[in-house]
């Protein structure tokens, strides 16, 4: 199976940048998908960006024009930048993604990350 561990969580200032990163365990063979979402206290787990495996990508409303989800597949690492960062952007913040680390139809994975925190605030 593949895990994902994530970092680059922490404390900004609002209108700051943080750039997440998730980064797998073991080579990936293919990815299907890769989302990023984030749950503040008190509320449901929200959806915050999309990475299919052709490369298109979508993202909430809330996010849109600041954050960007990308892949870098020679280091089976999988990003969300965030920047502009607002104090309605604290949460916890995961990374989930879908492929195979191998070519049998068997060594399929959906996995997430253990969540890194991002704290907005003056």
């Known amino acids: 199976q593949v895990q994902l561990v994530e970092s680059g969580g922490g404390l900004v200032q609002p209108g700051g940048s943080l750039r997440l990163s998730c980064a797998a365990s073991r080579s990936i063979f293919s990815i299907n998908a890769v989302n990023w979402y984030r749950q503040a206290p008190g509320k449901e787990r929200e959806l915050v960006a999309t990475l299919s495996s052709g490369g298109s990508t979508n993202y909430a409303d809330s996010v849109k024009g600041r954050f960007t989800i990308s892949r870098d597949n020679a280091k089976n690492t999988v990003t969300l930048q965030m920047n502009s960062l607002k104090p309605e952007d604290t949460a916890v913040y995961y990374c989930?993604?879908?492929?195979?680390?191998?070519?049998?139809?068997?060594?399929?994975?959906?996995?997430w990350g253990q969540g890194t925190q991002v704290t907005v605030s003056s």
């Open positions: 989930n993604v879908q492929g195979k680390y191998g070519s049998l139809w068997y060594q399929r994975f959906d996995s």
